[in-house]
């Protein structure tokens, strides 16, 4: 089992910048990925970005540039730096954690965190 607890979302004007935390506990030792969704009113859950356990990082086409994901392993910690916020960019901010257990893989989610950029 995973826990995750978010931090870090607020409001902000167009053009700011906000960092979202993400804390790990329980068995991160087999995380195999670690994500940040996020849904806004009436729409699908989306992922914004994922880092894998190695480092690699996937992104949004429409934060590229402009979001960064990074995770602190000693922490157990995944960070989103998210630079010239804009409008679309609101919405309920979930953290994600992916957990592979002898070839079976379990999803586990924060509670999540609303970010609202106003214009």
């Known amino acids: 089992q995973v826990q995750l607890v978010e931090s870090g979302g607020g409001l902000v004007q167009a053009g700011g910048s906000l960092r979202l935390s993400c804390a790990a506990s329980?068995?991160?030792?087999?995380?195999?990925?670690m994500a940040w969704y996020r849904q806004a009113p009436g729409k699908q859950r989306e992922l914004v970005a994922a880092i894998s356990s190695g480092g690699s990082t996937t992104y949004a086409d429409s934060v590229k540039g402009r979001f960064t994901i990074s995770r602190d392993n000693a922490k157990n910690t995944v960070y989103l730096q998210m630079n010239s916020l804009k409008p679309e960019d609101t919405a309920a901010y979930y953290c994600?954690?992916?957990?592979?257990?002898?070839?079976?893989?379990?999803?586990?989610w924060g509670q999540g965190t609303q970010v609202t950029v106003s214009s």
């Open positions: 329980g068995s991160t030792y087999n995380i195999n990925r």
């Open positions: 994600n954690a992916l957990e592979v257990v002898y070839g079976t893989s379990y999803n586990y």
